[in-house]
């Protein structure tokens, strides 16, 4: 709902009609008030259809197709939206796509987490191939511990309660490069738009330079791949100023070239300023995390991290080198190769 | 106005808050004749002298698995109520050091505990923003644990600290990673108050800790990662009744002083405080030059009954206790026989003041009791 009414505050710039226009200002009403009740079970049904004609409405497409420009649009609006009657009836069901855009809600405004296990096997242990009739490998625990930092806001006092994990993935979405959010000024005064890549960049260096995760792995996954392949052929990627020096090998023969090298220039940036401060390398990993593959594979990868940092304490010759699982991106079998 | 207008006088106003800031300390100090351990000198007091037997390690409460985080006494009966890393409360019997209850939390996170005034609850809270309150007499389920009675929830940022209002039951104050501290009424589970935000005037950064006046329960203080402390009138939430400066790094622990006219602080600068209601003064500071080692981190205080001790825990594992006249270490629980061996979190005084009970990462907790019979000085 919230995507129909900030769409519709949008859109008001562009000429409309005047009911559809009375719905959209009471929507915005509710959201200012935070009385989401007023809306919410009851009406949806009811209101579904016009909800439809706002979606539909020209003016609103139009709107839609400038989301570049609006900061707090939420890139799902049109999979959901167009589909509004769908999901208001009473019959509808959330398909596991579905429940992948919707992106979760967690209970008030703490951290979520999750326990799950995978199985120790590696491409490069025997029996992953050759021995079928094995026994089966043992199944070591993980646990993930999802810390969203805009709940956790700029103090890092929580941190410490981390001290004992083993490592760190820290998400960063490559189609943020050109987009900007608010954030508030260090003088207190206010808040200014800043660009959020930039803002990643920060908090990235923050955690790297704190006390408590001094010789911890960090395994960056560099997200969104699929919306940033598209963008970087639209958008340069010295929109965002900390690449002003990204200046690509031409000619290029189609989109997914430029996307690559925009991808591992990225890669690299982040690479350089981990091992600046830390002077290790820094593990990289490319997703689309609606995806399940490749969010499967960064798993497989941060298990392989998380094996490598366990045996270089046990001074065991050639184990990283070995590894099916490069760092360096452009021979992972996962990268396409042109 | 326009906008850039706004902008202008709010930076404006916000200098001269910081000049006359600058100017108040300046005339602090110039009133500031002499700090109390100056004066109980030359009025001839001597410290406490400590004998091998007075203060010894009497039990050592083992069980959990993971860094115990903190620790709260039962204002009665002598039981102790411990929140650990490894996502467990454990209800201990002081005396004969057996568990009565170990609650298995729905968050393993946790950052805090308290008892409730009658002993029959138990608080907690941490990263998940909410706080939880168990019922210790009410029925386990199939799997053999307690469900929660009550959840506090509303904050948009960790509970850190929670304590309930002395007397009462029904009411408990926490302070949170979201910059506020929030008075709740337990049996609706709604909040009567909210202490600083985004609209009023309260802590700058996160808050770290709370702590109530025993001797007036609308008055408590909190401490923050703004540097600071803050004195709050329960029926005035719109602002704090005054903000007391002095530390150089994160306010990680407040406790009033037994009377209730002074608390002291704790803080990462290394430093204990002990602050005057009335006067909003520094009376003193504890610090005790470690050479060149890193500074150790202040963690948790606690006073004696009388107020005459101070102790302190701090982040290598020492525990000292100060001579609050005289401000000097009598006796370092870090150096003794059966000290803990990691960071001592959290430490707290049973209610008849007869023991200190030590809680650490190293996992365990320590009670220490006093031998003896002291002579008054």
Known sequence: ?338 | MSVSELKERHVAAIETVNSLREQLKQKRRLLLDTDIAGYAREQGRNPVSFGPTDLVCCRILQGHTGKVYSLDWTPEKNKIVSASQDGRLIVWNALTSQKTHAIKLPCAWVMTCAFSPAGQSVACGGLDSVCSIFNLNSPTDKDGNLTVSRMLSGHKGYVSSCQYVPDEDTHLITSSGDKTCVLWDITTGLRTSVFGGEFQSGHTADVLSVSISRSNSRMFVSGSCDSTARLWDTRVASRAVRTFHGHEGDVNTVKFFPDGNRFGTGSDDGTCRLFDVRTGHQLQVFYQQHGDDEIPHVTSIAFSISGRLLFVGYSNGDCYVWDTLLAEVVLNLGSMQNSHEARISCLGLSADGSALCTGSWDTNLKIWAFGGHRKII
């Open chain 1, 1 to 338: 709902m919230k995507c129909c009414a900030t769409v519709g505050a949008t859109m008001q710039c562009h000429a409309t009609k005047s009911m559809l226009k009375h719905f959209s200002d009471w929507l915005l009403d509710i959201i200012a008030t935070g009385d989401l009740d007023a809306f919410f079970p009851a009406a949806t049904r009811e209101y579904a259809p016009l909800v439809e004609e706002v979606w539909r409405d020209p003016a609103t497409q139009e709107t839609y197709r400038r989301k570049d420009e609006l900061h707090f649009l939420p890139d799902v609006a049109e999979y959901f939206l167009s589909r509004a009657v769908e999901i208001s009836s009473n019959e509808y069901e959330p398909s596991e796509r579905d429940i992948l855009y919707a992106e979760g809600v967690t209970q008030g405004n703490g951290l979520a987490f999750i326990e799950f296990s995978l199985d120790d096997r590696s491409p490069m242990s025997e029996t992953y191939t050759d021995n079928l009739d094995a026994p089966p490998l043992p199944l070591t625990r993980y646990q993930l511990i999802r810390v969203n930092a805009k709940g956790m806001n700029e103090g890092c006092k929580w941190v410490e309660m981390f001290e004992d994990v083993q490592a760190v993935v820290f998400c960063v979405a490559l189609s943020d490069y050109d987009q900007m959010w608010f954030v508030p000024e260090s003088s207190g005064t206010g808040s200014q738009l800043q660009n959020k890549m930039i803002e990643s960049k920060e908090l990235f260096e923050t955690m790297i330079r704190h006390p408590c995760f001094k010789d911890m792995p960090f395994v960056l996954i560099l997200n969104k791949y699929d919306v940033f392949e598209e963008k970087v052929n639209r958008v340069h990627l010295s929109a965002c100023e900390w690449f002003n020096d990204f200046s690509p090998v031409q000619p290029h023969h189609n989109n997914q070239s430029l996307a690559h090298q925009a991808y591992y220039y990225v890669a690299m940036k982040f690479k350089d300023l981990y091992a600046s401060i830390t002077g290790r390398k820094l593990f990289v990993w490319q997703a689309r995390a609606r995806d399940r593959v490749t969010i499967d594979e960064a798993f497989k990868y941060t298990r392989e991290v998380l094996k490598w940092d366990e045996e270089k304490d046990d001074n065991y010759f050639g184990g990283a080198e070995d590894s099916f699982y490069s760092t360096d991106m452009s021979s992972s079998p996962f990268v396409r190769q042109e």
